[in-house]
């Protein structure tokens, strides 16, 4: 059964937001799952081969955003 909350996409963003800083809050009671420390070796062996690319949350955000946006 789906659930369609009578949110805009920006509120609905906000929410995720603020539930996973409540969830966060005490990061020893989350367990990381598998791929997650593969994921992780692999960004490792990125910076190692210094084929890593990265950007400041901020501009992350922005363009997290905007991709947001042309998928509504």
């Given amino acids: 059964m789906a659930i369609t909350l009578p949110l805009k996409r920006e509120d609905k963003l906000r929410a995720i937001e603020t539930l996973w800083a409540d969830l966060s809050r005490d990061e020893t009671e989350i367990d990381s799952p ?11 062996q ?24 042309r998928a509504a």
């Avoid at 598998?34 to 960004?43: F, M, S, V, Y």
């Avoid at 890593?52 to 955000?61: G, I, L």
Wanted: hydrophobic letters at 35%.
């Fill in 34 to 44: 598998d791929w997650h420390a593969t994921a992780l070796r692999d960004t490792e």
């Fill in 46 to 69: 990125l910076v190692r081969d210094r084929k890593a690319k990265f950007s400041d949350w901020q501009e992350a955000r922005r363009r997290l955003q905007r991709k947001a946006a």
